[in-house]
């Protein structure tokens, strides 16, 4: 009668840190999709600036002759730096948007896991408290894929809309300068 009351509870301890194990490893899986989105939107955006700073800096170099007179010139300057600013503007909200998104994701998560560890605590046999682990892992498993190609999309979308006003002006300015050497 003592080894049936001794191992009830070890069989407890033993969920308990099977779940906390699940728990964990539910984080850094989160915590990893947030750091490779974090940096994939990033590289993305910081890579597109400098592709377009390079492309104007050359254009400028290259064509002075392009430019009639000196407010041509300060106008030009003013609508790259303006381009150079929308960009940004709609960096930071993206990445706010994500932020957010991640938050959510990992809130959740956590909402799940305290249920989670209830109810494994609440099974009345260890067979039960596997099924239900079992089970619960694989939905996790399916969130977090979808969860990931979520976040993936949000990146892409972010690199791409806050690039779009450079790319914008360096089409200009490549379409000015040819027109201007042709001529």
Same mark, same amino acid.
């Given at each position: ?19 906390? =194990?699940?728990?964990?490893? $539910? ?9 490779? +989105? ?18 104007? !800096? !050359?254009?400028?170099?290259? $064509? ?10 300060? !106008? ?17 909200? $993206?990445?706010? +948007? ?10 959740? =998560? ?11 605590? $609440? ?7 596997? !099924?239900?682990? +079992? ?27 806050? +690039? ?20």
């Amino acid at each position: 009668m003592t080894t049936t009351k001794k191992t009830a509870p070890k069989a407890a301890t033993n969920a308990t840190e099977t779940v906390e =194990a699940a728990v964990a490893a $539910g984080k850094e899986t989160v915590e990893t999709v947030v750091k490779v +989105s974090t940096e994939a939107a990033t590289k993305g955006v910081e890579k597109a600036v400098a592709v377009g700073q390079e492309q104007v !800096a !050359a254009a400028v170099k290259a $064509g002075t002759e392009a430019f009639k007179n000196y407010e041509e010139v300060i !106008a030009f300057g003013k609508e790259n730096v303006d381009a150079v600013v929308q960009s940004n503007a709609l960096f930071v909200k $993206g990445v706010q +948007s994500l932020n957010q998104e991640i938050f959510a994701l990992a809130q959740a =998560a956590l909402e799940q896991n305290a249920e989670l560890t209830k109810k494994v605590l $609440g099974c009345k046999t260890v067979q039960e408290a596997v !099924a239900l682990q +079992s089970d619960v892992m694989k939905a996790n498993y399916d969130k977090a894929v979808t969860e990931s190609r979520k976040i993936t999309d949000m990146t892409v979308k972010l690199a791409e809309d806050a +690039s779009a006003p450079i790319a914008k002006r360096v089409n200009f300015t490549v379409e000015k300068f040819t027109k201007e050497l042709a001529a």
